[in-house]
């Protein structure tokens, strides 16, 4: 893992968040309604359907629109997943604890050590994560 990737967990978050809020807003647009039929063949039974769609061809962009947001969204999620295997990979504690106070929650160095206390400071602390990358 770089140190690279664990920047980006943070922003990833946040990108997900905001494709989330992207996909909801096409959402809103698209209207959804559930009718009741059967099936062509045999045995006919009464069974429901979804169904979706704008009226006129924007139909069609907004479902792939909505379509592409929800794979790019499935793609971060997943490289998130990945991030945070690694994390917990991670045999020991305070190494995991350094990395997910710093990383995934953002803290600063001297707010890392505040946290884990032990007489840690910032300095050793960070110097503990920079050995450990450089070693991964």
């Keep these: 893992m770089t ?3 664990l920047k980006q967990i943070r922003h990833l978050k946040r990108e997900i ?3 989330q809020e992207q996909i909801a807003a096409v959402e809103g647009e698209i209207v959804t309604d559930v009718v009741t ?3 062509r063949e045999f045995p006919y039974g009464k069974r429901k359907f979804i169904i979706r769609g704008l009226p006129g061809e924007r ?3 907004l479902l792939r629109l ?3 947001l929800e794979r790019r969204m499935k793609d971060l999620q ?3 997943a990945e ?3 690694w994390v917990e990979g991670i045999e020991d504690s ?3 604890q350094i990395i997910v106070l710093r990383h995934v929650n953002g803290l600063t160095w001297d707010q890392v050590a505040a946290h884990i206390g032990g007489g840690n400071t910032a300095d050793s602390l960070r110097k503990m994560h920079d050995r450990f990358l450089k070693g991964a």
């Design 66 to 68: 909505r379509d592409r």
């Design 59 to 61: 139909n069609e962009k």
């Design 17 to 19: 968040e905001l494709l």
């Design 3 to 5: 140190r690279q990737k």
């Design 37 to 39: 039929g059967s099936s």
């Design 94 to 96: 305070l190494l995991r």
């Design 78 to 80: 997943d490289m998130r």
């Design 83 to 85: 991030i945070f295997e």
